[in-house]
């Protein structure tokens, strides 16, 4: 399993159905409206969501920079350079695929708006110099 974290981040992939959640951890002392949307946006696509001390939730994260909420989900899968040309199953026949090809980024807050804006753009698939992951 893999930690994903804070408001934002756990709202955007709920929201995009490409992660395979097992469980949110929320802390059990913050109660405010932006967490309990969050909750109920768990609730509504079947993600269950546990409450715990805000100590666990850094455990987990392994940063207190989780902003009250980590995400446990499953690894994303890695693709093959054959997987980028096989056609999409959903996508209509002849349709383009956006991929998005990173070397040397080093300001966390820069990879982070890539990714945002490639999500937004409907991407395929993103390559670093680690291999190929789906989104």
């Not at 930690?3 to 709920?14: D, K, Q, S, T």
């Not at 902003?67 to 054959?82: C, D, K, N, R, T």
């Not at 980028?84 to 990173?102: D, E, F, I, K, V």
Request: aromatic share 4%; net charge negative; proline share 7%.
């Amino acid at each position: 399993m893999e930690a994903l974290y804070g408001l934002h981040p756990v709202e955007e992939a709920i929201r995009s159905g490409r992660r395979r959640f097992d469980h949110v951890v929320v802390a059990r002392e913050r109660e405010d409206a932006r967490l309990e949307k969050l909750v109920d946006l768990c609730r509504q696509n079947g993600v269950r969501v546990l409450r715990e001390a805000r100590e666990q939730l850094t455990l987990l994260a392994q940063t207190p920079a989780h902003q009250g909420v980590v995400a446990m989900v499953h690894p994303q899968e890695f693709l093959s350079i054959e997987d980028l040309y096989a056609p999409l199953p959903s996508a209509t026949p002849g349709a383009a695929r956006l991929l998005l090809a990173l070397d040397g980024v080093e300001d966390p807050q820069n990879l982070g708006a890539l990714l945002r804006v490639a999500d937004g753009a409907g991407w395929t698939a993103w390559c670093s110099p680690s291999g190929v992951r789906r989104p």
